[in-house]
């Protein structure tokens, strides 16, 4: 099964961190532990803080960390009672509470020195594992939430797209490497680039010599998608390589590019349009259902160039509907 979330791409990156920050836990958790230590990585940030601040008010602690007034009472409480922080008023303020770790609570601190020193080591390991600089990245997207919310981004995308003009034109040469990047982009993110996919990202000029057409989705001037007809015979056209830039989902592209592309194969008087694809695919498959395509033969994808293909569909072109809208 594949993973959903990762599916989901950016839609779903709050349940991402927070599923990497939940499973980081309990490795960290496992750590402390193997080491006979009772000490809960939710407390971390602000033990730590106080280990190297000395005494400081909850107010002045939610700032330091960035979380809110009730996070650090609860945390706190939860250090009071494990006998590791004590809370006091303030001398001039009653109202102000003051928290500064017990003698228990330094002394543990220098017993978790060493621990801190290996976690740190084995989580930089990991990090460059991945391939990812995620300390500086998460602080550059911080950054630029707290310049531009994502209410006013959303806001501003929703203004932009009120009166966008989606056209479909032909390919033209200084289009050309959109083809190959916007198709990259999808099949990286779910599959492998594979060699016939090489061959036709490399010249999709090729593709009209051989009687096909490649058509792009282009707002003002920025091209945002694309599909291809290929030519197999004198009674079908494969559609292939359809993709959307994923900034731009949600707009109608797919859905403007298959009436595109079925327009344009019936003027080339096929009787079907065929295609491949892979049922993890669901959104794509979706829309190819709405327009009326349907499975052929399991078998048939046995024969297809690319591994990833599971799912072959085809068209009717003299029965061809307006989609669906469920």
């Not at 730590?48 to 602690?61: E, H, N, P, Y």
């Not at 001398?91 to 509470?97: N, Y």
């Not at 994502?150 to 995308?157: C, D, G, I, N």
């Not at 494969?238 to 590019?257: F, H, N, Q, S, T």
């Amino acid at each position: 099964m594949t993973d959903y979330l990762q599916d989901l791409g950016y839609l779903a990156l709050a349940s991402r961190l927070k599923r990497l920050s939940e499973k980081l836990a309990i490795c960290v958790a496992e750590v402390y532990a193997a080491e006979g230590i009772k000490f809960e990585p939710r407390w971390f940030p602000v033990f730590r803080l106080l280990a190297d601040q000395g005494v400081m008010s909850v107010t002045d602690i939610a700032q330091a960390i960035g979380i809110t007034h009730p996070a650090v009472n609860q945390i706190a409480a939860e250090l009071e009672k494990a006998g590791l922080l004590k809370a006091t008023a303030d001398a001039t303020d009653r109202r102000k509470r003051m928290l500064k770790l017990t003698k228990k609570g330094n002394d543990l601190c220098l017993q978790l020195q060493k621990i801190w020193k290996g976690l740190h080591a084995s989580i930089s390991d990991s990090v460059a594992e991945s391939g990812a600089d995620l300390v500086n990245a998460a602080a550059a997207m911080e950054k630029a939430l707290n310049r531009q919310s994502l209410l006013s981004r959303y806001e501003q995308y929703h203004e932009q797209t009120k009166s966008t003009k989606i056209e479909v034109i032909d390919l033209t040469p200084e289009y050309s490497h959109h083809f190959a990047r916007l198709n990259r982009a999808w099949i990286e993110k779910y599959f492998s680039i594979e060699a016939s996919d090489l061959a036709q990202l490399a010249n999709p000029e090729r593709i009209i010599e051989n009687g096909g057409a490649v058509l792009f989705a282009r707002i003002d001037e920025k091209i945002v998608g694309t599909c291809a007809l290929k030519k197999l015979d004198e009674d079908t056209i494969e559609l292939i390589k359809m993709a959307v830039d994923e900034a731009y989902r949600g707009l109608g592209i797919g859905r403007l590019l298959m009436e595109a592309a079925i327009t344009r194969a019936q003027k080339m008087n096929v009787k079907q349009l065929r295609l491949e694809t892979n049922s993890k695919l669901k959104e794509a498959v979706g829309l190819y259902k709405a327009f009326g395509f349907k499975e052929v033969s399991p078998e048939t994808h046995l024969k297809s160039k690319y591994e990833r293909v599971d799912l072959v569909m085809e068209l009717q072109l003299g029965c061809a509907a307006a989609p669906s809208q469920g």
